[in-house]
């Protein structure tokens, strides 16, 4: 009911049995406090005493932070609630004996409050200790009815006791469940000694000291800051609704031990809604709303209480305000507070947590106590009046919620990043100097992957600062970098590098020669036409070749350069002579130049040599007549590209030949993708082709494929829209699309965890010995099965995030991606705990569950049965795996019953005979065939 898990039982009950014992107490001691002062004193010296709590609060939380940082936690409470013992038996000592009656009374109120604070801020401390923050999460609504419940208690058992005992002498009682608290202390320390969570907690102590004071710690944290202000904002406000409620009930209850018992009575009830509250919803609304949406409710319900009191004071609407006030800060507001301070390090949280819970809260009671001062002496306010003051308070209570929502996901994503993120082509501004420099310091450093990604990066972007970088980079000794950086240097023309780039048009490189006679024919001072015939006639083939294809890439928009530099002359006899070549390597040479110098000319009438190149026995001239009729751009060579999108060798060539079309491509390109029956590993390459052309055309058709049959298409289908959302931010993706997409997804996870289960369970049965023992040939085929089930959840889970990415800020996901795949617990609690924050509702009910269960290490029937599975028989199982559109589970789960010879599922195999898939169909006839069934 309350989803304990197992190894949690042990800690859940102590520390549920501690608060309950803490809060009982607590009960008792703020009945008696209460009723004693105000039956010495008037209702209006509580704003008095309010002010004493705040000054005094400031003193024990700067001295309570202090100790912390030299004595372990577990013993810093230990002695926290021997004090608080001793105290009370000098409290009762005082007042049974009248000594200083009225100044034991002022300081006993104070020190209750206090006290209150502190235990109340320890208990949580070490709740965030003992367990995760999706344990935290999962178990506050069951460990905090244990204060809930302690607080009917204790609330019923001063009503029943107050009239019989005197006020005064249920402080006895208390001493006896804080004595009980020691115990269970020590026993949390001992028999939880190797939980992970605690050795975590004692690493972090020993390894991250804290030197800054609790207040510079919240002062240098917005979310500390933004969380310590909601706390004051909500103790203002409290303070203010509990002087309405005392002051009414005061005035209509004139009997101290009636009052007392009325007090009683009433914080019990409030506590039986908390309770029920607490059990039954409080669990629900932050696993579906979240952390943020959790704490608007008891603000809101405030609200309505004090526009009751407002147009109709009396004892009733000052219990109904109240009664919001009381059951749901107890419960959901609770629970909300201590959540968000889930994501602050352990070591900062002790100390600022603390720092907060008793001075922040005491500070804001002295603020509410001057407040009452002011509006009620001063000012002359009435009850009624009061309520205007409250409602001003919630608005800015309720903007507080507003930041501090956005503030507790941040802090998840920041822990999720170990570095941080690169620049990417999205964020690049070369205006920007923060950017600028650190472009500078990649292009600088030794990383060759990092620079070369920078330099693709600003292709064609001028900046002059950056052009010694590309000068420098000529001499890299990686090819790809000195090629990149010679292409930057063509675009600064008011530089002159002449002298620099040179040498390189002898570079063993055939690329960086060309790019280099590039950069001279467009640089060099003087008569450029001449240089570039000196290069086309280098006694060097090499040279005169990379000078063929520079000259071709000149004079592509200008056919009187191109006459002049005879292009199509020299291409026509390179091909008609390179049969005379000798040396078998200059002949292949010769082609793989002519086609790439075809393809830069645009020369209509050298275009049937190109499609004579495409047909070429020699792969290397295969791969460079698909750039060249890339780099033609002609219509008539797009079916041909798209046929060797099916071929291994190629796919890469004509992606990126295909790359060079205009968008116009995209219609043709989309009739391929929707057809099946064009072939398998054509459909797999035309995604990325698509997402390398940029527009939102491009987008808005592989939207449309979202619901490919076939996973490995649909999987190339949202990688290609990884890329468009990365690489161009600004183009809109459908949302709804995708969100049902992703929905879809989740169902599929389900149904291949079921079918995992399925097999995994009569896996486990046969090894027990409860089925017959299989032969091997079944036993392997079965773990051949599961293993392939492993892998499709590992790529459903991907393909979930990738399309989280489409919705979401991809980088963010990505690294909560990285999170759950990470070895690290925090690192993965951090990731489900970022998501949790940042998914909408439908989304995280649907997500979340698969992904706690993604990162449980191994299958157990309570992870099914949390997930609400049902699961199918090994018949159901088998029909579900052979309906799916995915050839390869079909082919594994076909070759188990091949195996079994189990004629029952002769129906559904006989329907694959005709499979599309050659695969598919074979094993369907060999299954057929093992069954003895005629195909």
């Known amino acids: 009911m309350f989803d304990i898990r197992e190894g949690e039982r042990l800690r859940v009950f102590l520390m549920t ?55 372990p936690l577990i013993r810093l409470i230990v002695k926290t609630l021997q004090i608080a013992i001793a105290s009370l038996l000098i409290f009762t000592i005082f007042l049974s004996v009248n000594f200083l009656e009225s100044w034991t009374l002022y300081v006993f109120y104070v020190w209750s409050a206090i006290f209150a604070l502190i235990s109340s801020s320890q208990f949580w401390i070490l709740a965030n200790i003992m367990f995760n923050s999706r344990e935290v999460k999962r178990l506050i609504g069951f460990i905090g009815s244990g204060a809930i419940g302690g607080g009917i208690f204790g609330g019923y058992l001063t009503k029943f006791l107050a009239p019989h005992m005197g006020s005064g002498n249920l402080i006895y009682i208390c001493v006896l469940f804080l004595t009980a608290c020691i115990l269970i202390t020590r026993s949390l320390a001992t028999k939880t000694s190797q939980d992970e969570n605690l050795q975590r907690f004692r690493q972090q102590q020993q390894t991250e000291t804290v030197t800054d004071s609790p207040l510079t710690l919240i002062m240098n944290s917005r979310h500390l800051t933004l969380l310590a202000c909601i706390l004051g904002v909500s103790v203002i406000v409290g303070k203010l609704v509990e002087y309405q409620f005392s002051a009414i009930a005061s005035a209509k209850i004139t009997e101290e031990d009636q009052l007392t018992a009325f007090f009683g009575f009433w914080f019990s009830n409030l506590n039986i809604a908390s309770l029920f509250i607490q059990l039954f919803v409080t669990r629900r609304i932050v696993g579906l709303f979240g952390v943020g949406v959790s704490l608007f ?209 002898s570079d063993p490189d055939q690329d960086i020669k060309t790019e280099a006679i590039h950069y001279l024919f467009g640089h060099t001072r003087g008569d450029r036409i001449s240089m570039l015939l000196r290069y086309l006639e280098h006694e060097d083939y090499s040279i005169k070749r990379a000078a063929l294809v520079a000259a071709a890439r000149e004079s592509r928009s200008n056919p009187k350069l191109a006459k002049t530099l005879n292009i199509k002359e020299k291409v026509e006899e390179n091909l008609k002579n390179f049969i005379r070549i000798k040396d078998e390597r200059e002949a292949v040479f010769t082609k793989i130049n002519s086609a790439r110098v075809i393809g830069a000319a645009n020369i209509p009438e050298l275009h049937p040599y190109l499609h004579i190149l495409l047909n070429d026995p020699s792969s290397d001239v295969l791969q460079a007549a698909i750039l060249g009729a890339g780099e033609s751009r002609q219509n008539e060579f797009i079916p041909i590209l798209i046929r060797f999108l099916g071929v291994k060798e190629f796919q890469n060539s004509s992606i990126k030949a295909l790359t060079g079309f205009s968008p116009q491509i995209i219609d043709i390109l989309n009739d391929h993708l929707k057809n099946p029956f064009v072939e398998r590993e054509i459909r797999l390459s035309i995604p990325s082709v698509i997402s390398s052309l940029g527009t939102q055309k491009s987008v808005n058709v592989l939207i449309q494929h979202l619901d490919q ?34 929905m879809d997804e989740a169902r599929d996870y389900l149904d291949i965890l079921s079918a995992l289960y399925a097999q995994a369970h009569t896996n486990s049965q046969s090894k027990n010995h409860q089925n017959p023992l299989p032969c091997d040939e079944i036993k392997n085929a079965r773990e051949m099965l599961i293993k392939e089930l492993e892998e499709r959840l590992d790529h459903n889970l991907e393909r979930i995030f990738r399309l989280l990415g489409l919705k979401y800020p991809p980088q963010e996901i990505y690294d909560a991606y990285l999170g759950i795949q990470s070895r690290k617990p925090d690192l993965r609690v951090n990731a489900v705990e970022y998501l949790d924050g940042v998914l909408e509702t439908n989304l995280r009910k649907a997500i979340i569950p698969i992904i706690e269960t993604s990162i449980v290490d191994t299958m157990i029937d309570q992870t099914v049965d949390r997930l609400g599975l049902k699961i199918p028989s090994e018949f159901e199982g088998f029909f579900l795996l052979l309906s799916r559109e995915d050839t390869s589970l079909q082919v594994s789960a076909l070759n188990l019953i091949a195996l079994m010879k189990d004629e029952r599922y002769v129906p559904f195999i006989s329907k694959l005979v005709n499979h599309s898939d050659q695969s598919v169909r074979d094993m369907a006839r060999f299954a057929l065939k093992n069954l003895g069934i005629p195909l």
């Open 17 to 71: 049995l501690y608060i309950f014992l803490v809060v009982s107490s607590l009960m008792i001691i703020k009945s008696t406090s209460t009723s004693l002062f105000l039956s010495k004193f008037t209702v209006s010296k509580l704003p008095n005493v309010f002010i004493l709590v705040a000054v005094f609060a400031a003193l024990v939380a700067s001295l309570y932070s202090i100790l912390l940082k030299r004595i």
């Open 709 to 742: 049959n076939d996973p490995a298409v649909r999987y190339e289908v949202i990688k290609a829209l990884n890329r468009l959302r990365a690489d161009f931010p600004d183009l809109k993706f459908e949302s709804q699309k995708v969100v049902n997409r992703i």
């Open 297 to 505: 409710f008891l603000p809101m319900g405030i609200l309505m209480g004090a526009m009751v009191i407002l147009f109709h004071p009396s004892l009733w609407s000052a219990i109904l305000i109240k009664m919001f006030d009381g059951s749901l800060k107890n419960s959901i507001n609770k629970a909300g507070i201590e959540l968000l301070t889930l994501p602050i390090p352990a070591s900062i949280k002790t100390q600022a947590k603390m720092f907060i819970d008793v001075f922040v809260d005491s500070f804001a009671t002295g603020l509410g106590g001057l407040l009452l001062i002011l509006v009620t002496s001063a000012l002359g306010f009435t009850l009624q009046k009061v309520s205007l003051i409250i409602i001003l308070f919630i608005c800015l209570w309720i903007y507080l919620i507003n930041r501090v929502r956005f503030e507790y996901i941040i802090s998840f994503r920041l822990k999720l990043e170990d570095t941080p993120s690169p620049i990417s082509k999205a964020d690049l501004d070369l205006k920007s100097e923060s950017i600028l420099g650190e472009l500078i310091k990649i292009l600088q450093g030794e990383d060759s992957s990092q620079i070369l990604k920078a330099l693709r990066m600003v292709k064609e972007i001028q900046n002059d600062r950056l052009a010694p970088c590309f000068n420098k980079l000529i001499h890299h000794p990686l090819n790809a970098v000195r090629l990149e950086a010679l292409k930057h240097l063509y675009y600064y023309r008011n530089l002159d590098f002449t002298e620099d780039v040179k040498p390189f048009v």
